[in-house]
C-alpha cells in the first residue's frame, strides 16, 4: 500500500504539473487571469502531492518495508532510526525525491509570495519552474522511480552506506546543499519569466531574483562549510578541502552566484551588466544540474558520489535542451539587454565589482577545466588523467589573494568617481593593515608566499571592512547619544543590505585566515604505541591507555583509550575509533577531535594488533580551525541580514550631511531605519 501511494502520488504530480505549465503558460500569453490562478493552485497541489510521495517513503523506511525497492537498497533492520530516516537522501533515487520535494516546496512559496503581484513575470516564471519540476518527476516516473516492486522481498538490506550513517551532519549537509543547489532554480525562473514577460528593463524583476539568489547563496555557502566539516570529522586524513569533483561541482554555483550578487548592484545603481548578469543567472542554475549529474551520473570517482545510474543521458538533454532555449531568448532579448550606463573612471565601486567578476569568472573557468578535464581526457583519448590538489592550489590561490585585495577596496570606494587623493587617504588605514598582517604571519614564521598574501590582504579587507561599522556606529553615537550596542544595531537595520554584505565579508576573510594558519602551522606525527606511552605534538603529549571495544546493532567499534597532557597536566580524553560494518570489508575510521578556540588536536587510530597491545595513531595539530566553521555561518549570517528588507519608517533626528564630513560615506543616522529605494531593493 505504502508504495502505491508514493508511486501514484508522483504520477498525478507529473500530470498536474504538464498541464500547471500549459496554464500558466496559455494563461500569460492570452491574458487570463482565471488560467493563472489554476496554474497557482497547480503549484500547491504539486507540492501536496509530491509531500506525500516523500513522507510515504519516510514511513516504508522506518517500517521496513523492503517490498520498496529503494527501502531495499538502502534499508536496513539494524540501522538506528535517525540515520534510518535521513537515509532518504543517501542515494540515487531517494535524493531525486528529495529534489523534487524542494522544488515544489520553492515553487509553492515563490507562487504564495508573489500571487499578488501584477504583470506576466509570475505566471511565466511559475511555468518555467514547472518545466524544471516536469524533468525531475520524468526521473522519478522513470529510471529513478524509488517506488519499484521488490521481488522476491528480503528480509532484510544492506543499509546506507557507511560513510553516510557515521556522522550527524548527515542531517544537516545534503539539506542545505539541496536548499542552495535547488534554490537556483527561482532566480533562473525569473530571468526567464522577464524574458517572455519582456520586463529585463524593469527594477522588479532584478530585484525579487537578487533576493532569491541571496538566500539560495546563503544556504549553499552553509552546504559547503558543513560538506567541509563532514569530511573534517569522518575521513579521517586531517583535512576538509581536497578539490574533489564533487566538491568542486558544489562550490563552482557559489562562485557564480557570488559574481551575480556584485554585479547586480552595477546594473541597479548605473544600468550597466544587464547581458552579463542574465548570463549568470543562467550559468549559475546550469551549473547546479551539471554538478547534480557529476555526482549521480557515475562518472567521477569519488567518496562523496553516488554509483553509476542510468539518469546522466537524461541531465546532458535537460542541460542542452535549457541550453539552447536561453540561448535563444537571449538573442531575442538583446535590445533590452544594452546597458545604459557606463565606466567614469576605475577609482570607483563598480570598477572594484568588474575586476571582482573578472576574477571570480577566471576562479569559475579554472575550477570547472580542472573538474572536467579528466573526464574530457577519458573520452577523447582513451587515457585516465589526474588533476589533483596542487592544480587547484596553484591556479587559485593567486586569485583567492587578489579577490580578498578588492574586498577592502571596494567598500573604501564610492560609486561613480573619488578623487585619488580622496582614494589614498581611504585606503590608508587597511594598508597599514595589510603590512600588519603580513608582519604577524612572518613572524608566526610563515613562508609560503600564498599563505603570506592571505594574511597581508585578509588583514587589509577587514580593517576596510571593520572601519564601515565603526565610522557608521560613532557617527549615531555622536549625533543620537545612543549606546554604542544600539547605535550599531539601528546603523545594521538601515541599511541591511550594505551592512549585511560587510558581514558576509568578515566571515569569508575569517574563513580564508584559519585555511592559510591551519595549512601553514600544521604538524603531525603517527607512531605505534604501547599502553602507557606517548606521542609529543604541538606542545601536547598524547599517552596510549588500552583498546576498548563495543558492539552496536549496526556495527562493531574498536577505540583507542588515550589521555591528553599539556605541560604535564591532564586536559582530556580522547577514543579515535575505527566502525566495522557488515557490509563494507574495510574499517571506517571516526577520529577524535579537541576543539579549541587556538585551533584542533585531532587524533586517528589507524592500526592495531588483535590482542589489542598496540595501537597506531596519528596526532595532528591544526591552528585555527574552529574559526572555518565560525567564518561560514558569519557569511550566513551576512546572507540573512541582507535578505529582510529595511523599513520605511523615518524618524528624523539628524541628517547624514550633517552627522559625517561630507568627503566621508554618509551614514543613516535615524532612531528607527531608513533607506532609499535602491537600499530595499
Excluded at 82 to 106: D, H, K, P, Q, R
Excluded at 511 to 518: Q, R, T
Aim: glycine share 8%; proline share 6%.
Amino acid at each position: 500500500m505504502t508504495r502505491l501511494i508514493g508511486a501514484d502520488a508522483i504520477l498525478i504530480a507529473l500530470l498536474i504539473a504538464v498541464v500547471g505549465f500549459a496554464l500558466a503558460m496559455f494563461g500569460a500569453r492570452r491574458g487570463r487571469t482565471t488560467l493563472i490562478e489554476a496554474a497557482y493552485a497547480c503549484v500547491y497541489t504539486v507540492f501536496a502531492l509530491i509531500t506525500v510521495a516523500t513522507l510515504a517513503m519516510i514511513y516504508a523506511l522506518v517500517t521496513h518495508d523492503f517490498s520498496v525497492s529503494y527501502v531495499a537498497q538502502v534499508g536496513s533492520r539494524s540501522t538506528p532510526t535517525f540515520f534510518t530516516v535521513i537515509s532518504l537522501w543517501g542515494s540515487l533515487e531517494g535524493s531525486i525525491l528529495f529534489w523534487a520535494w524542494v522544488l515544489s516546496l520553492y515553487s509553492a512559496a515563490v507562487v504564495f509570495l508573489n500571487r499578488r503581484r501584477e504583470g506576466l513575470l509570475v505566471p511565466y516564471a511559475t511555468a518555467t519552474l514547472f518545466f524544471v519540476s516536469i524533468f525531475f518527476l520524468i526521473l522519478l516516473v522513470g529510471p529513478a522511480n524509488p517506488f519499484l516492486l521488490m521481488s522476491p522481498v528480503p528480509p532484510d538490506g544492506p543499509g546506507p552506506n557507511p560513510l553516510l550513517q557515521n556522522h550527524v551532519l548527515m542531517a544537516v549537509h545534503p539539506p542545505l546543499l539541496y536548499l542552495g543547489y535547488v534554490g537556483m532554480s527561482v532566480p533562473f525562473a525569473f530571468a526567464v519569466g522577464a524574458m517572455l514577460a519582456g520586463e529585463l528593463k524593469s527594477a522588479e524583476w532584478i530585484r525579487i531574483t537578487r533576493r532569491w539568489t541571496l538566500s539560495a547563496w546563503g544556504f549553499l555557502s552553509l552546504a559547503i562549510v558543513a560538506g567541509m566539516w563532514w569530511s573534517y570529522e569522518v575521513l579521517g586524513w586531517g583535512g576538509y578541502w581536497a578539490w574533489d569533483p564533487v566538491e568542486n561541482a558544489s562550490f563552482l554555483p557559489w562562485l557564480t552566484a557570488t559574481a551575480f550578487l556584485h554585479s547586480v548592484m552595477v546594473q541597479e545603481r548605473r544600468g550597466m551588466l544587464r547581458l552579463w548578469n542574465l548570463n549568470l543567472i543562467v550559468a549559475t542554475f546550469l551549473l547546479t544540474i551539471l554538478g547534480t549529474f557529476l555526482t549521480r551520473s557515475g562518472v567521477l570517482s569519488s567518496v562523496h558520489a553516488f554509483s553509476e545510474g542510468p539518469i546522466g543521458v537524461y541531465f546532458l538533454t535537460f542541460i542542452a535542451i535549457v541550453l539552447v532555449l536561453t540561448v535563444a531568448m537571449v538573442a531575442g532579448n538583446s535590445q533590452q539587454l544594452r546597458g545604459a550606463g557606463r565606466l567614469d573612471t576605475v577609482v570607483s565601486r563598480e570598477a572594484v565589482f568588474l575586476f571582482n567578476n573578472l576574477f571570480l569568472t577566471v576562479f569559475t573557468f579554472t575550477v570547472l577545466l580542472g573538474t572536467l578535464f579528466p573526464l574530457l581526457a577519458e573520452a577523447v583519448r582513451g587515457v585516465k588523467v589526474s588533476v589533483g590538489e596542487p592544480f587547484f592550489n596553484r591556479m587559485t590561490l593567486p586569485v583567492c589573494a587578489a579577490l580578498l585585495f578588492l574586498m577592502g577596496v571596494g567598500p573604501s570606494l564610492p560609486w561613480k568617481r573619488m578623487a585619488p587623493a580622496e582614494a589614498r587617504r581611504r585606503l590608508m588605514a587597511p594598508a597599514i593593515g595589510a603590512v600588519a598582517g603580513f608582519v604577524v604571519g612572518w613572524l608566526f614564521g610563515a613562508r609560503n608566499v600564498y599563505a603570506l598574501l592571505i594574511f597581508t590582504f585578509a588583514a587589509f579587507a577587514a580593517v576596510a571592512n571593520v572601519r564601515e561599522f565603526a565610522e557608521g556606529t560613532r557617527a549615531r553615537m555622536r549625533n543620537l547619544g545612543e549606546r554604542m550596542p544600539v547605535a550599531l544595531a539601528r546603523l545594521v537595520g538601515a541599511t541591511r543590505r550594505r551592512f549585511g554584505g560587510y558581514t558576509a565579508h568578515l566571515g569569508v576573510i575569517t574563513l580564508s585566515v584559519a585555511v592559510a594558519a591551519s595549512s601553514t602551522f600544521r604538524t603531525e606525527r603517527d607512531a605505534t604505541l604501547l599502553p602507557g606511552e606517548s606521542l609529543v605534538v604541538g606542545g601536547y603529549e598524547v599517552r596510549f591507555n588500552e583498546m576498548v571495544g563495543r558492539e552496536e546493532p549496526q556495527r562493531t567499534v574498536i577505540a583507542a583509550d588515550l589521555t591528553v597532557l599539556r605541560g604535564g597536566r591532564e586536559v582530556g580524553r580522547m577514543d579515535p575509533r575505527l566502525n566495522y560494518y557488515r557490509v563494507q570489508e574495510q574499517p571506517v575510521p571516526t577520529p577524535s577531535v579537541r576543539s579549541r578556540p587556538a585551533g584542533d588536536l585531532y587524533v586517528n587510530l589507524m592500526a592495531f594488533t588483535p590482542d589489542g597491545g598496540q595501537a597506531t595513531i596519528r596526532v595532528i595539530v591544526e591552528p585555527l580551525v574552529p574559526w572555518i566553521w565560525f567564518g561560514g555561518a558569519v557569511v550566513a549570517l551576512g546572507a540573512l541580514i541582507s535578505i529582510f528588507p529595511t523599513g520605511r519608517r523615518r524618524v528624523a533626528e539628524a541628517t547624514a550631511e550633517r552627522a559625517v564630513p561630507s568627503r566621508q560615506p554618509a551614514y543613516p543616522l535615524t532612531a528607527a531605519p531608513t533607506t532609499n529605494a535602491a537600499d530595499r531593493a
